[in-house]
């Protein structure tokens, strides 16, 4: 079945760079929209940033000129760079994806899912 593997969170002091990695894997034809989102506890979730197939890219407010989405279709994987962190960028962030196509049953026919997640993975950043 296809699934989300998130990587690359931790530990850093204010103003320095994280890069966070999802990897969808599966029989995957196409995945749509990719995104990366964050929460914590007792907030909601919140978008951070999303990227079409196309290339397309939109930022939280918060992010701009911080953070840069990028994918790699090929290794159907999407990357968060996060540069310049701050105290209040600390959250667990979870990969999205918003519909994916995939092989299914015997692998002769092709299925759309929708709405996947990672697992999440913790970046904290202390002051």
């Known amino acids: 079945q296809v699934q989300l593997v998130e990587s690359g969170g931790g530990l850093v002091q204010a103003g320095g760079s994280l890069r966070l990695s999802c990897a969808a894997s599966g029989s995957i034809f196409s995945i749509n929209a990719m995104g990366w989102y964050r929460q914590n506890p007792g907030k909601q979730r919140e978008l951070v940033a999303a990227i079409t197939s196309g290339g397309s890219t939109n930022y939280a407010d918060s992010v701009k000129g911080r953070f840069t989405i990028s994918r790699d279709n090929a290794k159907n994987t999407v990357y968060l760079q996060m540069n310049t962190l701050k105290p209040e960028d600390t959250a667990v962030y979870y990969c999205?994806?918003?519909?994916?196509?995939?092989?299914?049953?015997?692998?002769?026919?092709?299925?759309?899912?929708?709405?996947?997640w990672g697992q999440g993975t913790q970046v904290t950043v202390s002051s």
């Open positions: 999205n994806a918003d519909r994916i196509l995939y092989y299914s049953g015997s692998g002769s026919s092709l299925t759309w899912g929708n709405d996947y």
